[in-house]
């Protein structure tokens, strides 16, 4: 069995894999001793081999890990795994957000990642929706019931917050505001995407990618089809037990 | 063998005469010290002859400064700088001092903040600060600073700084035609009647050939240290030789280069043996874009953490500053400044346009250090390199060189960030 674990900014992933096929697959918000947590989420497995990836990958390499790879790597190997002719990866994380140019055979040809700054991920979408009183899910779906054009202007977490207090204090409908803060999050996404020239075709993955809104507009400014392993958030952590797999002969199971 | 822990020695009395602000200097002393044990002391398998420049770094604040203020007792001029277009050997010619000064560290620029706005060059601000906040010795000692056009941010704030310095500035044109060199020549004699001024002497053509022979001597051994960094594997890291080449704008001139060429001496033994700092498979990364002043060695530390190790520096904390020679056989004045006016048109900084020459030095330098990728470095708000990177990526696009190009400031808080950008081009490089 090869494990591959996650350590990312808000959840930790774990993902195993036996004889090629994802096996099963756990997540939890991260606490303050990730590695420790992490350590017990793999507890009842009885890994080969394990890889690590995300922020903590240094930390897990130096307390129980056998080898790390980046997220970049990582998602490489993990959306080949669902769509093995992708060549375009868009990442959404808590924390950053990344898009991933491959070559045919699957390499990283190119990668971009967001600035020292929340706007456009997952804690950008969480922030704003906590300041409209709509829980993370509820956010999207009330988002996809908006038809109307509002427009925020900050890219910055923090001024996109003054922003959108402003704006629900001129009357504006909850449900528009929140389909602003989408619209403003899928533009800086597809900014990314053409910066780099993606390629079809297109997976997107991270916890993100679970939000249907961000998906339709992602769809409808692109043009094409986006496609969404069933499992977004596990895609790194996935990609690191492909890994720790491709480094050991198979005789252990 | 004596296990002395590393320490940036302390002069207190000396500062105090240097008007500093003592108590707040002494914990920056003690920073860099633990800074300076744990990114290069910890390193395995350095040059014996790095011991010198472990000195230098140990009496940044201190013994350096002693020899300063001896040659500033003499009246002959000590002069500052942020910039490798400054004739330094103008200054050398008067007997004088040409030293870079602060403006790589975090720690200063809340006290630029007080005043200059926040969204501009990292550089311009520390710097600032450190004269703002009376915590760099070099500043408390200059007799003017020489300031330059090279960019907005800077020219704007050498009004500002002179206040508190006087501070002569210089206009570097920004195109390269001859009436360009026209206005850079008159600049130069400017500037040597400035330095004649301070030190009430005539700068001869003795003095000048002399000069020139000293720069070009020092600029000559950092050549040879760039040409042995090509051999694989690396004899010396990265950051040691950003080291030297950091040094470089502070330390004696004759001596320098003496010991970069003893350096030079054992690093070409190690050359011959195949004796390394690091595996022969380490990914070789060539760094270009925006100066490192000391202490900002963030990146390569980040590079060479990673299992990486730098090659070569295409900045001005790096080749821009001496790759470029002054013919030495000139016997006028008016020929010598030519000449030297001559090679101060050949950096080639962001600030000029067009400055295609640099995308063809970056290409060769690549070819020439044996470099495996390139990562762009640019100061955040530095428009001039952030926009000229789009010329090198497209160079790096075309001619299949793996590439990476980060933005960053002297704070840590984007560390987390940059090490996985940078892992990432290592595992792109590795495949």
């Known amino acids: ?253 | 063998m004596t296990a002395q822990p590393f320490e940036v020695k302390p002069y207190p009395e000396m500062w105090e005469s240097l008007d500093m602000d003592v108590p707040r200097f002494e914990k920056s002393r003690q920073m860099l010290g633990e800074v300076y044990t744990n990114m290069y002391l910890s390193q395995t398998n350095r040059p014996a002859k790095m011991q010198y420049f472990d000195d230098m770094v140990s009496e940044i604040f201190g013994g350096r400064i002693q020899e300063m203020l001896e040659v500033k007792k003499t009246g002959k001029p000590i002069v500052g700088t942020f910039c490798v277009y400054i004739p330094e050997e103008v200054v050398v010619a008067a007997g004088g001092v040409c030293v870079g000064l602060c403006g790589g560290s975090q720690g200063s620029v809340p006290d630029a903040e007080k005043i200059l706005p926040r969204n501009i060059c990292p550089m311009v601000k520390s710097a600032y600060g450190f004269k703002a906040g009376r915590i760099c010795p070099y500043f408390q000692t200059v007799d003017f600073v020489y300031g330059e056009t090279t960019c907005d941010a800077k020219k704007k704030t050498w009004e500002i700084l002179d206040r508190l310095v006087p501070t002569h500035v210089m206009e570097i044109p920004q195109m390269k035609n001859k009436r360009d060199k026209t206005l850079w020549l008159e600049e130069v004699h400017d500037f040597k009647a400035k330095v004649e001024d301070v030190c009430g002497e005539e700068i001869t053509t003795e003095k000048l050939a002399q000069a020139i022979r000293v720069i070009n001597n020092k600029r000559k051994a950092l050549q040879r240290l760039t040409a042995l960094r090509a051999h694989n594997p690396a004899p010396i890291s990265g950051k040691d030789a950003l080291l030297l080449e950091q040094i470089a704008f502070y330390d004696e001139p004759v001596r320098f280069a003496e010991k970069v060429n003893e350096l030079c001496d054992e690093l070409e033994e190690r050359v011959k043996n195949d004796d390394g700092v690091a595996d022969k498979s380490a990914p070789r990364v060539m760094v270009s874009g925006t100066p490192m002043a000391l202490p900002n060695w963030k990146v390569h530390n980040l590079i060479e953490t990673a299992g990486a190790v730098v090659v070569n520096e295409e900045s001005c904390i790096g080749t821009r500053y001496f790759k470029d020679l002054i013919d030495e056989n000139k016997s006028t004045m008016d020929e010598q400044l030519s000449v030297l006016t001559d090679r101060y048109m050949q950096i080639d900084c962001s600030c000029f346009t067009p400055n295609d020459d640099r995308v063809d030095q970056v290409l060769k330098e690549y070819r020439d250090s044996n470099a495996q990728g390139i990562l762009h470095y640019s100061l955040q708000f530095c428009h001039t390199y952030n926009i000229e990177e789009i010329k090198i990526r497209e160079a790096c696009e075309k001619e299949g060189i793996p590439y990476l190009s980060i933005e960053s400031d002297y704070s840590p808080e984007d560390v987390g960030q940059l090490q996985t950008r940078i892992e990432a081009f290592l595992e792109q490089i590795r495949e």
């Open chain 1, 1 to 253: 069995m090869r494990v591959g674990i996650d350590l990312g900014s808000r959840t930790i992933k774990v993902a195993t894999l036996v004889d090629g096929v994802l096996q099963d697959f756990r997540v939890e918000e991260s606490g303050f001793e990730p590695h420790r947590q992490a350590l017990e989420m793999v507890g009842s497995y009885k890994p080969g081999k394990i890889t690590a990836t995300g922020y903590g990958r240094h930390l897990a390499h130096k307390h129980f890990a056998q080898d790390v790879i980046t997220e970049i790597k990582a998602h490489a190997l993990g959306a080949r795994h669902y769509y093995p002719d992708c060549m375009t990866i868009l990442d959404v994380g808590g924390q950053d957000c990344k898009v991933i140019v491959l070559n045919q055979s699957g390499k990283v040809a190119n990668f971009q990642m967001n600035d020292k700054c929340a706007a456009g991920t997952g804690r950008f979408l969480e922030i704003m929706a906590a300041s409209l009183g709509y829980t993370i899910k509820e956010f999207g779906e009330a988002a996809m019931t908006s038809h109307q054009d509002v427009v925020i202007n900050s890219m910055c977490t923090v001024f996109a917050e003054s922003e959108v207090i402003s704006m629900k204090n001129s009357g504006i409908k909850p449900a528009d505001i929140a389909r602003a803060v989408h619209l403003s999050v899928t533009s800086r996404l597809v900014g990314m995407l053409n910066r780099i020239g993606y390629k079809e075709k297109v997976v997107f993955s991270g916890g993100v990618a679970n939000n249907p809104c961000i998906v339709k507009m992602l769809e409808e400014r692109l043009q094409i089809p986006v496609f969404i392993p069933e499992t977004p958030d596990i895609v790194g952590a996935l990609g690191a037990a492909i890994h720790a797999g491709k480094n050991e002969n198979d005789t252990l199971s």
